[in-house]
């Protein structure tokens, strides 16, 4: 594969790949790194048989590369670490500025609290702007499973925000 070749597959792809990673690890040094080393090993390996779109082929390995780190032992010491880190810190924002971001980081902490087979459904939906049939074909599950991922994904968005009192206005 020529540089210029591989040039436009990392302009092409790169950045949704990056958001696409950290659907699922949060965080978004490790989800660059993990799509550096996705494209590394494609370039390498040259497995790719076009069986499905490239862009289809890249996010299955990132998302595979994904899930292989949230298993590993390093990252789960990481997010204790990190989690008692933010306990000990305090934001320094203003209180209008905290009231002004109050509602997108409430809702984006909802999503990304949400188990990982919900999350990555409204992710790809409502973010990537995939369809049901794109997600099926994404994450090798029938489109009725897609589609009742994003039913109880959003039933528990809708509970947890709730709590926040943030919830009535986005689903009516």
């Not at 790949?17 to 690890?25: A, E, I, N, Q």
């Not at 048989?49 to 082929?57: A, E, V």
């Not at 489109?143 to 689903?171: C, F, M, P």
Request: proline share 1%; net charge positive.
């Amino acid at each position: 594969m020529h540089t210029d070749e591989m040039r436009e597959l990392i302009r092409l792809y790169g950045d949704y790949l990056t958001r696409l990673s950290y659907v699922y690890v949060k965080n978004w040094t490790i989800a660059e790194d993990i799509v550096q080393d996705v494209f590394i090993k494609y370039f390498q390996s040259q497995q790719f048989k076009g069986q499905s779109s490239i862009k289809t082929y890249l996010a299955k390995m990132t998302i595979h590369k994904s899930c292989d780190h949230l298993r590993s032992i390093k990252n789960r010491l990481r997010i204790l670490e990190s989690f008692w880190k933010q306990k000990q810190q305090t934001l320094p924002s203003s209180e209008q500025e905290t009231f002004k971001k109050l509602e997108q980081r409430s809702i984006a902490k909802a999503v990304l609290e949400l188990p990982i087979k919900y999350r990555e459904a409204i992710v790809l939906f409502y973010y990537e702007e995939m369809t049901s049939l794109e997600i099926a074909t994404l994450l090798n599950i029938s489109e009725n499973t897609v589609k009742t991922r994003l039913r109880r994904g959003r039933d528990l968005l809708k509970i947890s925000l709730s709590e926040l009192q943030l919830g009535g206005d986005l689903y009516e």
